[in-house]
């Protein structure tokens, strides 16, 4: 139940800047005292009905002139988002008569609300779990559908049932054990290890290593990789960005030389959210800026996840070529044969034959499609069965939790083995309780709640 003794809280909901309309929220036991102090309702009520939306205008302080016509609605708890009492003003989307309303909200008794404080009354009150407070700040910001979709499904609750279901399996097992802890001569009667090892084995096990998987999955659609060009002077790199991003963002002219600055973009494939950096093609440059651009192409380089390598299969390869090759090191590459509309010089897959090559024309735009499937291919690796839509993808905070349960599983499962007594096993299995309670937020410690709500936006 909320906590009645909470300070009331408020903070303005929308963006900052000029907009339509601007919405200012407030939530705690004060909310609605507020709202009557200050709001005065076209047609005169005895009392605000919950969930009803009112039109008039706000008047701080009697026979004062309106600051604003409002639309104004109280909701009364515990069917709020934060399960207090909650009321919303739908101003006019200016800051200034935001701001001004808000001050006089403050005076009125409610205090301003910090980042994300929202969202962690919801949490502490038991309307959400800590996955789906986690949900919210990524459907804010989530970059593509996909992206969106997994913060959905993660906020309808997808990834706090999965959870529950193996929690209830591990707390049956406890119950079990603490039997058995009671009455230690029939021990392994009651344990019954073949049965629990089963359990463990089929029905948690599995779970969690599926719930791993779909997190680094998850990552690339939430996340997204960044993607680096690089390639020598002229070979056709900022063609190629454009022809990706479909339009011309990076001047392309015949010299070489013509990029000096890397050049950061952002575009969709497939569905990952990919930050792509056009560089300045690397040789051994006189000129100072041209150094430093080379300097700055190499420190991104070391950034990416990603590395297109372009080389122009119309001229025969060079010595700075196989140079570029080896200096990716280990990183992910795909080497683009660009310029295949001119006639062909070089067959690379001879030259570079591990790693897989696209031929493509930056500048007639043929083959960018090729390029596309290949990056996706690459990153995702064997997802072709993930389906963004309806797995639910933990995020690296999740991931920790659950290989720690696995690992605890794998020590219970070896305890089982070697029949070690009831106890051990009991220790063994509340830790690994308390990693997948920390996921859903029932062992959380205050420090990581604190860093998980700070990184929403005040008012949300
Ligand atoms: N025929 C043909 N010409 C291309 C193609 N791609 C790029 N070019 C030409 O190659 C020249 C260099 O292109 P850029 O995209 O500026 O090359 P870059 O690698 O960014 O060059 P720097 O920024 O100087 O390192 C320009 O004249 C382009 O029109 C292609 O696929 N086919
Ligand atoms: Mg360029």
């Known amino acids: ?6 300070p009331t809280i408020a903070a303005i909901a929308t963006p900052p800047g000029p907009g339509g309309i601007g919405i200012i929220r407030i939530s705690g036991p004060e909310s609605k005292s507020i709202l009557t102090k200050l709001f005065k309702p076209r047609t005169k009520l ?3 009905s919950s969930h009803k939306l009112y039109y008039g205008w706000i008047v701080p302080q009697e026979n004062s002139p309106p600051l604003d016509e409002v639309l104004a609605v109280y909701m009364k708890a515990p069917s709020t988002y934060t399960r207090e009492d909650v009321v919303e003003i739908h101003c006019h989307g200016s800051f200034i008569i935001l701001k001004e309303i808000l001050s006089h909200i403050f005076l009125a008794g409610a205090r301003p609300a910090e980042q994300g404080e929202f969202t962690k009354r919801a ?3 038991g309307r959400i ?3 789906q407070a986690e949900a ?9 559908k996909e992206g969106l979709d997994i913060a959905v499904n993660q906020l309808r609750g997808n990834l706090h049932s999965e959870i529950e279901e193996v929690r209830d399996i591990l707390v049956g097992i406890k119950a079990i054990l603490e039997v058995a802890i009671d009455f230690p001569e029939d021990d392994v009667d009651i344990i019954d290890p073949d049965k629990r090892k089963a359990e463990i084995r089929e029905k948690v096990m599995p779970v969690l290593q599926q719930l791993i998987l779909n997190s680094d999955r998850g990552q690339i659609f939430r996340e997204g990789i960044s993607i680096v060009i690089i390639g020598k002077p002229n070979v056709g790199k900022s063609s190629l960005l454009n022809a990706l991003l479909k339009k011309d963002r990076a001047i392309v002219t015949e010299i070489p030389g013509t990029t000096r600055d890397t050049i950061e973009e952002y575009l969709n494939i497939h569905g990952i959210p990919i930050k792509i950096v056009d560089t300045a093609g690397i040789r051994d440059a006189e000129g100072a800026v041209e150094k430093i651009g080379i300097q700055r192409s190499k420190e991104k380089l070391e950034e990416a996840d990603l590395v297109l ?3 122009d299969s119309s001229s025969p390869l060079q010595q700075e070529d196989y140079d570029l090759h080896q200096s990716i090191g280990e990183k992910q590459i795909l080497i683009v044969a660009n310029k295949n509309d001119i006639s062909k010089k070089e067959s690379f897959s001879v030259n570079f034959p591990h790693t ?3 031929p493509l024309s930056a500048k007639t735009t043929e083959g960018i499609k090729d390029l596309e499937d290949a990056i996706f291919e690459q990153v995702t690796d064997d997802m072709s069965d993930w389906d963004p839509g309806c797995s639910s993808a933990p995020n690296i905070r999740h991931k920790s939790s659950l290989e720690k349960t696995l690992l605890a599983c794998s020590r219970i499962m070896r305890g089982l ?3 070690i007594p009831a106890d051990l096993l009991a220790i063994e299995l509340q830790s690994s309780l308390d990693s997948l309670g920390d996921i859903v937020g029932y062992t959380t410690t205050e420090d990581v709640l604190d860093k998980i709500f700070a990184e929403f936006c005040i008012g949300k």
Do not use: R
């Open 356 to 358: 897989p090559t696209i």
């Open 129 to 131: 779990d800590l996955t």
């Open 46 to 48: 005895k009392q605000l």
């Open 417 to 419: 083995e070697e029949n």
């Open 1 to 6: 139940m909320p906590d009645l003794h909470e």
């Open 309 to 311: 390598l372009v080389l």
């Open 136 to 144: 919210v700040i990524e459907l804010l910001n989530a970059k593509t």
């Open 123 to 125: 949490f502490l009150n």
